[in-house]
T-cell receptor, first 115, second 112 residues
Framework: KAGVTQTPRYLIKTRGQQVTLSCSPI?????VSWYQQTPGQGLQFLFE???????NKGNFPGRFSGRQFSNSRSEMNVSTLELGDSALYLC??????????????FGSGTRLTVV | QQQVKQSPQSLIVQKGGISIINCAYE??????FPWYQQFPGKGPALLIA?????SEKKEGRFTISFNKSAKQFSLHIMDSQPGDSATYFC???????????FGQGTRLTINP
């Protein structure tokens, strides 16, 4: 069973540019969540999509956005990049069922460096 | 209210010893408490999880102890091995929301 696939693995962008990251969840998983991981702030929740709808959102500025397609694949976009956006961006998928053992499966992440 | 505090930040244990990592939370609405293990260059992987209706859960060498009244939970790794050297994160979520609040992480080193 294929895991969560994130592309690209590494990315270098310049301040002010925008970037799009992609996530393909495990087959059959309908929920996709995104997290930002930095040494200073740790793992922070960005947003969650379920059946193409944003179901939860973290405390990030509007420059961070996402979407989910009908095949459950998801993208996140960061516009007007700042140096502080340099981080590992992680995608996780689950079946999306509530009340159960959620069993998030994380991808290996996209390492974004803003210069 | 949304914080999960984890300690220690780093831990060194001899091979065969017991590794203990602690977490405390504030939000009593949290109802799911997982632990994740992360190796360099990889995403976090679910180790073990517990709900507040049980006080302990064991899976192999990994045990979660949960104290609902103190709002604390801990991970015990028995017979620690060099392969257990990784960063460990506790987390919490509530009410079926697919949103995890993570602790700051503990870098565990097992000396051979």
């Amino acid at each position: 069973k294929a895991g969560v696939t994130q592309t690209p693995r590494y990315l270098i962008k310049t301040r002010g540019q925008q970037v799009t990251l992609s996530c393909s969840p495990i087959s059959g998983h309908r929920s996709v969540s995104w997290y930002q991981q930095t040494p200073g702030q740790g793992l922070q929740f960005l947003f969650e999509y379920f059946s193409e709808t944003q179901r939860n959102k973290g405390n990030f500025p509007g420059r961070f956005s996402g979407r989910q397609f009908s095949n459950s694949r998801s993208e996140m976009n960061v516009s007007t990049l700042e140096l502080g956006d340099s981080a590992l961006y992680l995608c996780a998928s689950t079946t999306g069922m509530t009340g159960g053992n959620y069993g998030y499966t994380f991808g290996s992440g996209t390492r974004l460096t803003v210069v | 209210q949304q914080q999960v505090k984890q300690s220690p930040q780093s831990l060194i244990v001899q091979k065969g010893g017991i590794s203990i990592i602690n977490c405390a939370y504030e939000n009593t609405a949290f109802d799911y408490f997982p632990w994740y293990q992360q190796f360099p260059g990889k995403g976090p992987a679910l180790l073990i999880a517990i709900r507040p209706d049980v006080s302990e859960k064991k899976e192999g060498r990994f045990t979660i102890s949960f104290n609902k009244s103190a709002k604390q939970f801990s991970l015990h790794i028995m017979d620690s091995q060099p392969g257990d050297s990784a960063t460990y994160f506790c987390a919490a979520s509530r009410g079926g929301a697919q949103k995890l609040v993570f602790g700051q992480g503990t870098r565990l080193t097992i000396n051979p």
